[in-house]
């Protein structure tokens, strides 16, 4: 009853996992009621040495899956470097215990959007899996040689009192980890997201999305850009269970457009629950704004915790004028800021 009233039935042989979250029902990735295919990228060339480039090997492990209806494209303990993956409806990527896939310097293998997982318009797609992905990012400290227009006013401000304008730099290629666009039944649950040079899980224009169990981490003081999961322009999301430790927002909801443009097609953000996390910033812990053109609606943010954020508030609201937050709650939020070698932690409830 529920796919159907979501406005799609699943195919036959699949079983759709339903659950409810405080936001309302939402879809985890179905699970096949027949005997699973598995494609393993080794069958298919990935040898495992880091040295060696995987993303052929590991990208015909997906389409092999997908051309046999679904299944999961298996990739055993080992190395591998790795360009950009395209996800395919009914597959789920499992990466084992013991498997990295390392971001690829060579830009020649992100031909199209620079990310290590992508998927466009996909259906029932999962990730999954206790192994890694790890972005490599690289800092250098010096001058921007780039004008930054978020911070412009500031910077000309610090330069004519003779501030040091020096900060960490990013460098070598820079991409974001995971971006799914308009995908719909999505599970990404368990694997271990490390040094994203950008955001490291983008959803845009997605429905029905469960990310539970992922952990993400980039540094505390160089990991500028490297924002933990956006929830940008989706609806019937559930984040539960992850930790998240970044030098950026670690949890924010958008509304913008797909290449960040001022103008372009949005969506709300609707029916978005996130719950019992951990989460290390040195931003936000959980914001509802920036880059933001459609509304926010049905939002819950509970029983979390957030250590030593700079703005320690439940949600820091950043919305464009003709956007609007309605229904949103936050609620059993601890937040613990270091002061010397203790801590001062403090709770509490709040709702909008």
């Known amino acids: 009853m529920v796919p159907a009233a979501l406005g799609f039935a699943p195919r036959s042989g699949w079983a759709v996992v339903v659950g409810v979250g405080l ?34 090997a590991l990208q015909r492990a997906i389409d092999a899956c997908h051309a046999k209806g679904g299944g999961t494209a298996y990739v055993p303990p080992g190395d591998y470097t790795t360009g950009t993956l395209e996800l395919k409806d009914n597959v789920t990527l499992y990466l084992e215990a013991g498997a990295t896939l390392f971001a690829s310097q060579d830009r020649a293998e992100f031909p199209g959007v620079r990310a290590l997982i992508h998927a466009d318009g996909a259906r029932r797609i999962a990730l999954r899996g206790r192994g890694r992905i790890d972005g490599l990012a690289r800092y250098e400290w010096g001058l921007p040689e780039a004008h930054d227009v978020e911070i412009e006013r500031e910077q000309e401000l610090a330069r004519r009192a003779g501030v040091d304008m020096r900060r960490w730099l990013r460098r070598g290629l820079q991409a974001l980890t995971v ?75 958008k509304s913008g457009t797909i290449d960040w443009a001022p103008h372009g097609q949005t969506f709300p953000v609707e029916n978005v629950t996130v719950t019992n996390c951990v989460l290390s910033t040195s931003s936000t812990a959980f914001m509802i704004g920036t880059e933001s053109f459609s509304d926010f609606r049905h939002i819950v943010f509970s029983n979390s915790v957030s250590g030593s954020p700079t703005r320690a508030s439940a949600s820091t609201c950043r919305t464009a004028p003709r956007s609007a937050t309605s229904g949103s709650r936050t609620s059993r939020w601890t937040s613990a800021a270091a002061t010397g070698t203790g801590g001062a932690t403090r709770s509490f409830s709040t709702s909008s």
């Open 23 to 56: 936001a309302g029902p939402l879809l985890s990735a179905p699970v096949r009621a027949d005997a699973p295919v598995t494609c393993s990228a080794a069958e298919f060339g990935a040898t495992g040495r880091r040295a060696d480039s995987a993303t052929r």
């Open 179 to 253: 971006v799914l666009v308009r995908c719909r039944d999505v599970l990404i649950e368990d694997v271990s997201i490390e040094n994203s040079t950008l955001w490291a899980m983008r959803l845009w224009g997605c429905d029905g999305v469960v990310v539970r169990g992922v952990t993400i981490t980039s540094d505390l003081e160089k990991g500028a850009n490297s924002d933990g999961i956006d929830v940008d322009g989706s609806s019937n999301v559930r984040i539960s269970d992850c930790r998240v430790t970044t030098g950026d927002d670690a949890i924010v909801l």
